[in-house]
């Protein structure tokens, strides 16, 4: 990661981090968790009416979780280029 690569990432786990830490970003994501159980629930008994209908589905359910995952994955790649960056100095 170049170090422009690495403060565009800081400044996104910051914004990102600022938005996590308002109240309407917890209802949001209480939302897009029963809209994921929803789905959820409705794949697994079967109620898709064909195959598209099921990919669909899946690929709803795959990208709310994305989001809802979002602010770790986030922090976790800074923290790896962060602690790849120091071991190096260390060498």
Known sequence: MTD???RDLQE???VIREMVGRS???YAMDRVAHQINI???QIILGKAKDHQQYKEWVAYTDG???ILQLPDKVQ????RELA???EE???
């Open 84 to 86: 790849r960056r120091e």
């Open 12 to 14: 996104r786990v910051s």
């Open 89 to 91: 100095g260390e060498s």
């Open 4 to 6: 422009e690569e690495l």
């Open 76 to 79: 976790s790649e800074l923290d």
């Open 24 to 26: 309407g970003w917890i």
């Open 39 to 41: 789905f959820q629930n």
């Open 64 to 66: 709310l979780s994305f």
